[in-house]
T-cell receptor
Framework: EAGVTQFPSHSVIEKGQTVTLRCDPISGHDNLYWYRRVMGKEIKFLLHFVKESKQDESGMPNNRFLAERTGGTYSTLKVQPAELEDSGVYFC?????????????FGSGTRLTVV | QQQVKQSPQSLIVQKGGISIINCAYENTAFDYFPWYQQFPGKGPALLIAIRPDVSEKKEGRFTISFNKSAKQFSLHIMDSQPGDSATYFCAASNAGGTSYGKLTFGQGTILTVHP
């Protein structure tokens, strides 16, 4: 079974530019989550999709962040325009059911650096 | 406001020793407490988890101790091995409302096991 795939693995962009991160969940997993870890701090929840619908987006920092999940398959997270404080590692996770962490599979993350 | 506090930030243990990582939480609605292990360049992977109706759970060399009244839980790694060197995250979640499936993480502990 293929795991959760994220790309790019690394991205370095200038402040003010736009970046789009992509996550391909495990096939058949309806639940998709985005998290972010700023260096040295905790991994923070951003949002949760159930199929193509946003179930919970309470962790999205501001309106510069836009997440989509077209057709309930892969998801994208766009940051526009990027700011320095957006730097961090963005993780995607998927699960077949919202099992409170059990059954979660995380991707390897995208390390975003805004300079 | 950080809802799950983890300590220490880093830990160095000799091979064969016991590694202990502690976490404390604030939200009494949390009812699921997983620990994740993360190797460099990889995403977090579920290691072991506990629910608050038990005080201890053991899987191989890994044990979670849970103290509901103190709102604390800890991970014990017995006979620590160099291959255990990784970052460990405690987390918590609850089944309520739209937050179902959302994880709240601690800051992480970098464990180094010297041979």
């Amino acid at each position: 079974e293929a795991g959760v795939t994220q790309f790019p693995s690394h991205s370095v962009i200038e402040k003010g530019q736009t970046v789009t991160l992509r996550c391909d969940p495990i096939s058949g997993h309806d639940n998709l989550y985005w998290y972010r870890r700023v260096m040295g701090k905790e991994i923070k929840f951003l949002l949760h999709f159930v199929k193509e619908s946003k179930q919970d987006e309470s962790g999205m920092p501001n309106n510069r962040f836009l997440a989509e999940r077209t057709g309930g398959t892969y998801s994208t997270l766009k940051v526009q325009p990027a700011e320095l404080e957006d730097s961090g590692v963005y993780f995607c996770a998927s699960s077949p059911a919202p099992g409170r962490g059990h059954g979660y599979t995380f991707g390897s993350g995208t390390r975003l650096t805004v300079v | 406001q950080q809802q799950v506090k983890q300590s220490p930030q880093s830990l160095i243990v000799q091979k064969g020793g016991i590694s202990i990582i502690n976490c404390a939480y604030e939200n009494t609605a949390f009812d699921y407490f997983p620990w994740y292990q993360q190797f460099p360049g990889k995403g977090p992977a579920l290691l072991i988890a506990i629910r608050p109706d038990v005080s201890e759970k053991k899987e191989g060399r890994f044990t979670i101790s849970f103290n509901k009244s103190a709102k604390q839980f800890s991970l014990h790694i017995m006979d620590s091995q160099p291959g255990d060197s990784a970052t460990y995250f405690c987390a918590a979640s609850n089944a309520g409302g739209t937050s179902y499936g959302k994880l709240t993480f601690g800051q992480g502990t970098i464990l180094t096991v010297h041979p």
